[in-house]
Nanobody
Framework: QVQLVESGGGLVQAGGSLRLSCAASGRTFSNYAMGWFRQAPGKERELVADITRGGSTKYADFVKGRFIISRDNAKNTLYLQMNDLKPEDTAVYYC??????????WGQGTQVTVSP
């Protein structure tokens, strides 16, 4: 199985930036499509951005132009560069790894709090 560990969350003022990382271990990272999700209190978990094994990316409308997802297969790490953060971006951010015919894997999450 794959172990995923997120880091990089914290408290930031509106308009600021954070860079989240998701370190993977246990299996070949490059074989997995990866994604970032978030869950705010009282809300369902939602997709923020994802990236295929080949590096193609997709973003939720609410982060387009502000967030950038990337991966470094040599470092077994997924990233999420978050710019121009807004209070509504406050949530726990999770990374997810998946590949065909296998269960998806989730990290434990990292808290992002954006103050007005």
């Amino acid at each position: 199985q794959v172990q995923l560990v997120e880091s990089g969350g914290g408290l930031v003022q509106a308009g600021g930036s954070l860079r989240l990382s998701c370190a993977a271990s246990g299996r070949t990272f490059s074989n997995y499509a990866m994604g970032w999700f978030r869950q705010a209190p009282g809300k369902e978990r939602e997709l923020v951005a994802d990236i295929t094994r080949g590096g193609s990316t997709k973003y939720a409308d609410f982060v387009k132009g502000r967030f950038i997802i990337s991966r470094d297969n040599a470092k077994n790490t997924l990233y999420l560069q978050m710019n121009d953060l807004k209070p509504e971006d406050t949530a726990v951010y999770y990374c997810k790894g998946e590949r065909p015919f296998d269960l998806p894997y989730w990290g434990q999450g990292t808290q992002v709090t954006v103050s007005p």
